[in-house]
């Protein structure tokens, strides 16, 4: 007969951080909260480059946009685990036998490490021009265009809001331009009101328009993900 435990064994698994001098109480927090998120230690377990590899997963397993042979746009793909996602799943390496091969295309203001399968670039999508450039690199239009960008955080919870929003609109905007017919936008936005526009932006040019909180986005936070599938051209 299994003995019985008091549970004491599994509470005491979580790391606690101690304050240390000089560290702000709210960065303590967060430094035990990434210790203790089972999606941090799966993103290292399976060599993602962050725990956000976890939501373009989820969405995409609902959604089903990131198929064999699809082109794929990343904005503001830093540190890349969207990308790595996208390079398994459109097949770009060739590893699926009888299953056409993709193309996966990251942007970045900064430089981002090599993914393998990616083509990286350094890249401002809000240039004049950016548009061609994408199209270019791809060899014509995209699939999909999706972006996990949010903006420097001001402290100030409404203007981080419409600055992520904002970012978002003009996300949207390149998309209508390098996207196929047919073809997906995900983006994420935060909840809030002030994205009403966006939504009608994208209804007028999209036949589906869905918002999801997919289970890796943390409880606590504020964001979700707009997927607009079926854009009319």
């Known amino acids: 007969m299994a003995k019985k435990t008091s549970g004491r064994g599994e509470r005491d698994l979580r790391v606690k951080v101690k304050t240390a001098r000089g560290r702000k109480l709210s960065s303590t927090r967060w430094l035990e909260?990434?210790?203790?998120?089972?999606?941090?230690?799966?993103?290292?377990?399976?060599?993602?480059?962050?725990?956000?590899a976890f939501k373009i997963l989820e969405l995409d397993d609902k959604f089903r946009f990131l198929v064999p042979g699809a082109r794929v746009v990343d904005l503001g793909c830093a540190p890349g685990g969207w990308c790595q996602v996208a390079v398994k799943r459109v097949n770009a390496l060739g590893e699926k036998s009888g299953k056409a091969v993709g193309t996966v295309l990251g942007v970045d203001l900064q430089e981002v490490e090599p993914i393998p399968g990616a083509e990286i670039h350094q890249l401002d999508f809000m240039e004049d021009g950016a548009d061609d450039k994408v199209k270019d690199w791809l060899g014509g239009?995209?699939?999909?265009?999706?972006?996990?960008?949010?903006?420097?955080?001001s402290g100030h919870k409404q203007t981080d809001h419409l600055r992520i929003v904002a970012l978002c609109e003009a996300a949207a905007e390149l998309a209508f331009d390098v996207l196929e017919p047919g073809g997906t936008?995900?983006?994420?936005?935060?909840?809030?009101?002030?994205?009403?526009?966006?939504?009608?932006?994208?209804?007028?040019?999209?036949?589906?328009?869905?918002?999801?909180?997919?289970?890796?986005?943390?409880?606590?936070?504020?964001?979700?993900?707009?997927?607009?599938?079926?854009?009319?051209?």
Do not use: C, H, I, W
């Open 33 to 52: 909260r990434q210790l203790n998120d089972p999606y941090v230690k799966r993103a290292q377990a399976e060599g993602y480059r962050g725990r956000a």
């Open 141 to 153: 239009p995209a699939d999909v265009v999706m972006s996990d960008m949010a903006a420097s955080a």
């Open 185 to 233: 936008f995900v983006a994420k936005v935060l909840a809030g009101g002030a994205e009403g526009s966006l939504q009608t932006l994208l209804k007028q040019r999209f036949d589906k328009v869905a918002n999801v909180k997919p289970p890796a986005s943390r409880s606590d936070s504020s964001e979700k993900f707009v997927v607009a599938t079926g854009f009319r051209g």
